[in-house]
Nanobody, 129 residues
């Protein structure tokens, strides 16, 4: 069983930057590297949406169109951690940001929420105008 714990959320002004982290436990270093990792977010009153994903060995990354060029997903397999660097944040990006993982994928990514088996509890990010 894999547990995911997000951190790094907070309150910031529009145009600011934030770095989120997701630490995975219950998987050894050799296992974590095989997981597809992703970030999703859920704004108040809206459905959860895909933000970014990174395949095993960081070979493939995928981003939602709305965050391309502003967000960067990365992973450190030695630390069992995946990151989301966010910049030029806008108030409408206020949301709870969730980390997700699945090991069924080899060197590919998916935007589909239903494909991810493991989920964290989320970390909130509030962007003020």
């Amino acid at each position: 069983q894999v547990q995911l714990v997000e951190s790094g959320g907070g309150l910031l002004e529009a145009g600011g930057s934030l770095r989120l982290s997701c630490a995975a436990s219950g998987a050894s270093g050799d296992t974590f590297r095989t997981y597809l990792m992703a970030w999703f977010r859920q704004a108040p009153g809206k459905e959860r949406e895909f933000v970014a994903a990174i395949s095993r060995s960081s070979i493939v990354t995928e981003y939602a169109d709305s965050v391309k060029g502003r967000f960067t997903i990365s992973r450190d397999d030695a630390k069992n951690t995946v990151y989301l660097e966010m910049s030029s944040l806008e108030p409408e990006e206020t949301a709870v940001y969730y980390c997700a993982a699945d090991r069924r994928f080899a060197f590919s990514t998916t935007k589909r929420e239903s494909e991810y088996y493991y989920w964290g509890q989320g970390t909130p990010a509030t962007v003020s105008s």
